[in-house]
């Protein structure tokens, strides 16, 4: 699985020695692991460079994640009517170690956006509403983990980046939800949502020029509004 998590967007190709990097596993056993997943059907090599890339089969495994989904199944089409009606840009993502990964993301910029997310794509957890609305509703030994993480990988920023997340958590935790501009006129505002036991986050969010508290009024209501209707319907399926 780690030598799996090793391809990134960027990273289609790797090699057993940048595996071995990635992974800190020898190059031995990285080796005899890539043979293995080969074998599988899960990594298929590059004749010209033995270097390898996903396999097809990953994607199967992906496409049962989301069909076998409760959860993506009752927010994805109330995410879609959100999305048309208010002309925003709507994400559910869920928790991976210290980053985020989307779910699901409906793109409704009101005016043109360089800028495209897609489901599998990866987020930092520490600068994004949606990472920051998830801390928020980890238990509390898993956000102090997380915490004291990005305390050391953040150290240079952290003057500045640690009263955020600890402004950001008492948000959620006052009014339900927290905002944030990690890119430059992005506004976005999320919220957490628990399902039995599993942590997902809510978002909505604009590419805008508006000042970013304006912004910020606009979305969250409908936010609010979209997160206690999935909520209702996730307790009828419970």
Not at 74 to 93: D, S, W
Not at 108 to 133: C, D, K
Request: proline share 5%.
């Amino acid at each position: 699985m780690e030598v799996l998590r090793s391809f990134r967007p960027g990273s289609e190709l790797l090699g057993n020695a940048e595996l071995a990097e990635r992974t800190g596993l020898s190059r031995s056993t990285v080796s005899r692991l890539t043979q293995t997943l080969v074998g599988a059907g899960f990594l298929q090599v590059e004749p010209r460079s033995r270097a390898y890339r996903l396999a097809p089969a990953v994607l199967s495994l992906a496409q049962a994640m989301r069909s076998g989904s409760t959860v993506l199944g009752i927010a994805a089409p109330r995410m879609r009517a959100t999305a048309e009606a208010r002309r925003v840009n709507v994400g559910l993502a869920a928790p991976d170690r210290d980053e985020m990964v989307y779910l699901e993301s409906i793109r409704y910029n009101r005016r043109p956006s360089l800028r495209t997310v897609v489901s599998g794509q990866r987020v930092p957890m520490e600068l994004t509403s949606l990472g920051r609305a998830y801390l928020a509703s980890a238990p509390e030994a898993q956000r102090k983990a997380l915490l004291a993480h990005f305390r050391y990988v953040r150290r240079t920023q952290w003057a500045e980046l640690g009263p955020a997340l600890t402004e950001a958590v008492e948000e959620v935790q006052r009014q339900g939800y927290c905002a944030a501009s990690w890119q430059a006129e992005v506004v976005a505002v999320a919220t957490p949502l628990v399902f039995q036991r599993s942590h997902y986050a809510l978002n909505v969010s604009l590419t805008t020029s508006e000042p970013f508290a304006a912004v910020v009024r606009e979305l969250a209501p409908a936010l609010m509004a979209l997160k206690a209707e999935i909520q209702r319907e996730l307790e009828a399926a419970e």
